[in-house]
């Protein structure tokens, strides 16, 4: 075989290890403002709100989403986001089925998120939403001020 095509080879082997490790490490970099703002917006603010608009759901289950600071102190059941721990955030949790809490007095259970209107079904986020949620926050859960 000639040095060429054996330097030919180990070009091609270099770029194609070097193009697979980039897909695999290229995840995109959740943008809050416009990806998961829009979610919560649509989705979470109308019961997790302090708008006086809303005064009669305003805070459900102690949460608040449009609230930066409020959000990260969680609600009832403590923190909700844990920034890089999306498998241990409640937020996350919930939007895949309703939660028992471990350590509650009466084995409280939290029902699935987003919770329905009375009397309707339970309509989980798309699995697009769902995977950004916890991709966001397994990047650390950044939320521009
Ligand atoms: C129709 C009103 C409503 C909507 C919409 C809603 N929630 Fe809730 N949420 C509640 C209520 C009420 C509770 C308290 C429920 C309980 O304790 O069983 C709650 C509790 C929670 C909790 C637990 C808070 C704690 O610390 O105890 C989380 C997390 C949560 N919601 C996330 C979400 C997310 C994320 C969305 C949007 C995808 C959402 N919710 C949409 C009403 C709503």
Do not use: Y
Not at 32 to 59: N, R, Y
Not at 95 to 123: H, R, Y
């Amino acid at each position: 075989m000639k040095i060429t095509s054996i330097a030919t080879m180990i070009l091609g082997l270099g770029l194609l290890m070097s193009s697979t490790h980039a897909s695999a490490g290229d995840e995109k970099k959740v943008d809050f403002a416009a990806d998961i703002q829009p979610i919560f917006k649509e989705s979470c603010v109308k019961c997790h709100s302090l708008d006086p608009k809303k005064p009669k759901k305003h805070g459900a289950g102690g949460l608040l989403l449009d609230d930066k600071a409020a959000a990260f102190k969680g609600g009832k059941a403590g923190k909700d986001i844990i920034p890089g721990n999306s498998k241990d955030s409640l937020l996350v949790k919930l939007l895949s089925g309703p939660v028992t809490l471990p350590d509650s007095e009466e084995d409280k259970e939290i029902k699935a998120m987003p919770k329905p209107k009375k009397g309707e079904k339970w309509k989980p986020l798309s699995d697009d939403q769902i995977a950004i949620i916890r991709q966001w926050i397994d990047q650390g859960a950044n939320w521009p001020d």
